[in-house]
């Protein structure tokens, strides 16, 4: 994972276009994950929270009907609007627009700011400040993501074949990304702004189980594989279903959501 994908705004605005997709085919994350954010953060009930990147709402569902006041910010309009219909219009919940860097929190104040797999889109020159700016004293950052952390499977060689021969550019960034690697250069952009205390790195590994046709849904909402040309998206996916065929029609997808955590700088 690019830790510049801010600049890619043509990638960043592609997930409205398919919100309604992403809201169904997208995986959510471990119930561990948030009761470990809860637990780091000392969340009582009352507590303000503001998230960055709502999507269609995977993350923001952790936090519902917890006793939480929960900020949603989320630019893409049509993002928005199936993120409030799929969570059925919560009371604890208020959506606003805009990108992160340009809203406008009206004197808002937070216990803790969270972003499950957004806060890459966001300039992060501008973000973490704001997020400083923004949470209460001795609040809480807490950044995570689902990541792939490899496989030994016979299955995932075949997938990376398919994608060197009909995406060799998404191949290049998929496959030759180090899952320790992309870790560590984010605990570095966090410990390089200065703005928070110790940080720490909790995983949580899990799984889901694939057939051919789950597996091409899924990866229909990711942005490098929208702005395919159409032609070689649909030699790629048809590849992608031979290979899961050749395999019984079931992959076993690996991830690990990994959770970066700080509470601001004492002053």
């Known amino acids: 994972m690019e830790l510049n994908m801010h600049l890619n705004t043509e990638r960043a605005e592609a997930f409205n276009k398919v919100a309604e997709e992403y809201e169904r085919f997208r995986p959510g994350y471990p119930d561990a994950l948030r009761d470990s954010i809860e637990q780091l953060a000392l969340l009582r009930p009352g507590a303000d929270l503001l998230e960055i990147g709502v999507g269609p709402g995977q993350a923001t569902r952790l936090f519902l009907n917890r006793g939480f006041r929960i900020v949603g910010n989320e ?87 398919a994608y060197l021969c009909c995406a060799p550019s998404i191949a290049e960034k998929r496959f030759n990304c180090e899952f320790d690697e992309t870790i560590e250069k984010r605990r570095q952009q966090i410990n390089q702004t200065g703005l928070f205390g110790e940080l720490t790195i909790h995983h949580f590994p899990w799984s889901k189980t694939f057939t051919a046709q789950e597996f091409i849904e899924l990866h229909m909402t990711y942005s490098d594989h929208i702005l395919l040309p159409a032609d070689q998206r649909e030699k790629l996916f048809a590849e992608l279903s031979a290979v899961i065929a050749r395999y019984g029609n079931k992959l076993i997808r690996p991830w690990d959501a990994v959770l970066f955590f700080a509470r601001l700088k004492s002053a």
């Not at 049509?78 to 004197?107: H, I, M, T, Y």
């Not at 889109?121 to 501008?126: A, G, K, L, Q, S």
């Not at 973490?128 to 792939?148: D, I, Q, S, T, Y």
Request: net charge negative.
């Open 75 to 161: 630019p893409g309009d049509q993002l928005r609007s199936v993120a409030w219909k799929s969570l059925k219009q919560p009371a604890d919940l208020s959506l606003e627009g805009g990108n992160f860097e340009d809203w406008d929190a009206a004197d808002r104040k937070f216990d803790l700011i969270y972003s499950g797999s957004a806060f890459h889109w966001v300039n992060p020159e501008v973000g973490f400040p704001k997020v400083a700016r923004l949470l209460r004293p001795n609040g809480c950052m807490a950044l995570f993501w689902n990541m792939f952390p490899g496989n030994d499977d016979p299955i995932w060689t075949d997938i990376e074949k």
